[in-house]
């Protein structure tokens, strides 16, 4: 069984304004920064073998602070990049519901509100195949990959808890899994008690 701890990304400026980021490559502030920091000494003596990034920079330079704390390099995967949000991008949701109202609609009805960029569908699909990948290639290890919140909530899905008890992570929030084969279940949150479901 490999452990996989996914955490969300440290503070933006665009997070503390409230803006829609998706794939916008914005770097982490300084509450991020410190964010970072904390999550690494959280993080000490878990026996973390290998750390995952997505790519952009507020979740790289996440990892690579919580990496520097524990001795460990960085590895990039574009998979476990937010979801696209295209033209949504950089806007905050009041300048959305004003600008696109019927993209608000769709997706305060649970829906893909805008038109470009990617289905939730599809980030979902990209960011189990990524873990997936990473678990099999550290069997009966622990391993932290560091994403964004659309992923997390797409693992959570995927163990059959889409709803139940969920909360939004906030930055540097950590969700917990246990990867079988393709089996998958989550473990445990920062944002609440231990809890299991399976993924067939």
């Keep these: ?68 704390e524990l001795g460990l390099e960085v590895r990039l995967d574009p998979r476990l990049r937010e979801v696209d949000v295209g033209e949504w991008s950089g806007l905050t949701s009041a300048e959305v519901e004003r600008d696109y109202p019927d993209g608000h609609r769709r997706r305060r009805e649970g829906g893909t509100g805008w038109s470009q960029g990617e289905s939730f569908e599809s980030m979902g699909a990209r960011v189990l195949e990524a873990l997936r990948s990473i678990a099999s290639s550290h069997p009966d290890s622990c391993v932290l990959a560091v994403t ?4 997390l909530r797409a693992a959570r899905a995927a163990c059959g808890d889409e709803h139940s008890g969920w909360t939004s992570a906030g930055n540097c929030d950590v969700d917990e899994f246990a990867v079988e084969g393709d089996r998958m279940r989550w473990l445990d949150s920062t944002r609440g008690g231990l809890h299991q479901q399976v993924q067939g």
């Design 148 to 151: 964004h919140g659309g992923p």
């Design 1 to 68: 069984m490999t452990t996989l701890i996914l955490a969300r990304h440290g503070e933006t400026d665009w997070n503390s304004e409230r803006r829609w980021q998706g794939h916008a490559d914005t770097p982490l502030n300084e509450t991020g920064r410190a964010q970072s920091r904390e999550l690494a000494s959280r993080l000490a003596g878990r026996g973390i073998v290998a750390i995952y990034s997505s790519d952009l920079a507020r979740a790289r330079e996440t990892a690579e602070l919580v990496g520097a």
